[in-house]
């Protein structure tokens, strides 16, 4: 299983929320690059890479933190945040990102989804589907839609997608644990490739997740606030 560690930007600065609650900000690091460079030197390969100013706005902002750690590393970077048009895919690739994570625009307009799909390639889109009480949630996780977050997967499986990002907002940077009923779930009724995210406090979080045939792990409050090792984490995958 893939361990990916995740930097979240806001200002520029590296930052944590609870719950997606922009009001919880808390700063770790006042360079992002810098935290990267860290998880490299600790034997990380990859990194999930959230614009959170741009998922607010509604448009990619903070590339340049991107293109600076995608060029000055050799970690393979999944960004999201503020993907709308096709102007912010293309600035996101050319910036560095070996794939784009989507997830606002999946509900809110599948056609593009679907072509930037054929465009592009299934290897480089993954699927952000971001839920609460099982509905999935857009826009920063400002907005909440109607769509069920099993069939709204099964709908993107039908249509290529390989990859899909799950994360429960009610678990996300709250070091609680993660939702392992509904990646269960998840996994016994598709056959993609699920990337966990949320929750995820321990070293045997992340045990249970691989168990549980998740493709990918990503941990981000349990690294800065060290209830997880990264370094022994990475010894032991």
């Known amino acids: 299983m893939r361990i990916i560690p ?3 930007i806001i200002d520029g600065k590296c930052v ?3 719950k997606g609650d922009y009001a919880t900000k808390k700063i770790y690091n006042e360079n992002p690059f810098d935290v990267a460079q860290m998880f490299e030197d600790m034997g990380v390969k990859y990194l999930h890479l959230v614009d959170l100013d741009g998922a607010k706005a509604g448009q990619i902002l903070n590339h340049k933190t991107l293109e600076k750690i995608a060029s000055k590393t050799n970690l393979e970077i999944d ?4 993907i709308k048009t096709e102007t912010d895919v293309k600035m996101a690739f050319e910036s560095g990102a070996k794939q784009i994570t989507v997830g606002s625009i999946a509900v809110k307009n599948e056609v593009l989804l679907l072509d930037w799909l054929q ?3 299934s290897d480089k889109i993954i699927l952000g589907a971001d839920c609460k009480d099982r509905k999935i949630a857009t826009n920063g996780w400002l907005e ?6 099993v069939s709204f997967i099964q709908e993107y499986e039908k249509n290529a997608i390989k990859y899909c990002i799950v994360t429960d907002i ?8 993660p939702s392992y009923e509904l990646y269960s779930e998840i996994l016994n009724e598709t056959k993609l490739n699920l990337i966990a995210s949320g929750g995820i406090t321990t070293i045997d ?3 249970r997740l691989n168990e549980l045939g998740c493709e990918g792990a990503i941990i981000g409050k349990a690294i800065y606030e060290g209830t997880i090792n990264l370094k022994k984490l990475m010894q032991l995958c």
């Open 79 to 82: 960004f999201g945040g503020g």
């Open 6 to 8: 995740a930097i979240d």
């Open 119 to 121: 465009k592009y390639g």
């Open 144 to 149: 909440n839609s109607n769509r069920e977050i």
């Open 205 to 207: 979080d992340v045990t």
């Open 170 to 177: 009610d678990k996300d940077g709250m070091l609680s644990g």
């Open 16 to 18: 944590r929320l609870a």
